[in-house]
C-alpha cells in the first residue's frame, strides 16, 4: 500500500549543484503536483501536472524543472541549487479533475542548500 | 483569486478542553475547503472537506468543521482534545484540478 514515495528524504546540496526530487504514485492518479513548505508560509505549489506529457507551473516555479513522461512519475530538477531552496518538498497526487478531490501527500524531502 | 488566512499560528489547549482552529477564506467563486493535518515528520493527511453538501462536515478523529458563507469562515473543532492530536494543521482552499492553496498553518500543542 505505498500511495505517493518521494526519494531521497534527506539531502544536503552545495550552492550551484543540481539534483532530481524523485515521485512515484502506484494509484494511477492523473494529478500530480509538487509543494515546497517553508515556516510560517504553509505550502506553495511549485509545478503541477494533469496527466503524462503535461505541465505547468505554480506559484513559485522559478529555478525548478519538471516533466512528466508516465502517469506513475513526476520528478523534481533543481538546475543550480540556492541557498533559497533550502526547504521540504512534498509531492502529492489525486485522482477526478473536481475540485474536491482529495490531494494524497509523499513523507517529503528535506533539503538543505548550503 | 482565492486564498486562506489562519488567525494563530500556534494554539496551547489542555487534554480534554475544547480544540478551535480558525480558518478564513476569500474566493470569487463558490469555495471547496479542506482541513489537512500534519503530524511531525509526516505527509499531509485529510481531516475533512467542504463540498458544499453540507455546511458541518464531520472527519476523521472526532474533528468537524461549519462553512459560514457570511463570515466566510470554515474553523476546525473538537470537543476534547487528545494528546496524540498535537500536530499542525492546514486550511487550504481548492484553486482548480489539485492545486490547493494553503494558509500558513497553525501548530497544534495539548498538555496533560
Known amino acids: 500500500n505505498a500511495g505517493v514515495t518521494q526519494t531521497p528524504k534527506f539531502q544536503v546540496l552545495k550552492t550551484g549543484q543540481s539534483m532530481t526530487l524523485q515521485c512515484a504514485q502506484d494509484?494511477?492518479?492523473?494529478?500530480m503536483s509538487w509543494y515546497r513548505q517553508d515556516p510560517g508560509m504553509g505550502l506553495r505549489l511549485i509545478h503541477y501536472?494533469?496527466?503524462?506529457?503535461?505541465?505547468d507551473q505554480g506559484e513559485v516555479p522559478n529555478g525548478y524543472n519538471v516533466s512528466r513522461s508516465t502517469t506513475e512519475d513526476f520528478p523534481l530538477r533543481l538546475l543550480s541549487a540556492a541557498p533559497s531552496q533550502t526547504s521540504v518538498y512534498f509531492c502529492?497526487?489525486?485522482?477526478?479533475?473536481?475540485?474536491?478531490?482529495?490531494?494524497?501527500f509523499g513523507q517529503g524531502t528535506r533539503l538543505t542548500v548550503v | 483569486a482565492q486564498s486562506v488566512t489562519q488567525l494563530g499560528s500556534h494554539v496551547s489547549v489542555s487534554e480534554g478542553a475544547l480544540v478551535l482552529l480558525r480558518c478564513n477564506y476569500s474566493?470569487?467563486?463558490?469555495?471547496?475547503l479542506f482541513w489537512y493535518v500534519q503530524y511531525p515528520n509526516q505527509g499531509l493527511q485529510l481531516l475533512l472537506k467542504?463540498?458544499?453538501?453540507?455546511?458541518l462536515v464531520k472527519g476523521i478523529n472526532g474533528f468537524e468543521a461549519e462553512f459560514k458563507k457570511s463570515e466566510t469562515s470554515f474553523h476546525l473543532t473538537k470537543p476534547s482534545a487528545h494528546m496524540s492530536d498535537a500536530a499542525e494543521y492546514f486550511c487550504?482552499?481548492?484553486?482548480?484540478?489539485?492545486?490547493?492553496?494553503f494558509g500558513a498553518g497553525t501548530r497544534l500543542a495539548v498538555h496533560p
Open positions: 502529492a497526487s489525486s485522482d477526478a479533475p473536481g475540485q474536491n478531490t482529495e490531494a494524497f
Open positions: 494509484m494511477n492518479h492523473e494529478y
Open positions: 501536472s494533469v496527466g503524462a506529457g503535461i505541465t
Open positions: 474566493s470569487s467563486v463558490p469555495p471547496y
Open positions: 467542504y463540498t458544499s453538501a453540507a455546511t
Open positions: 487550504a482552499v481548492s484553486g482548480g484540478y489539485n492545486k490547493l492553496i
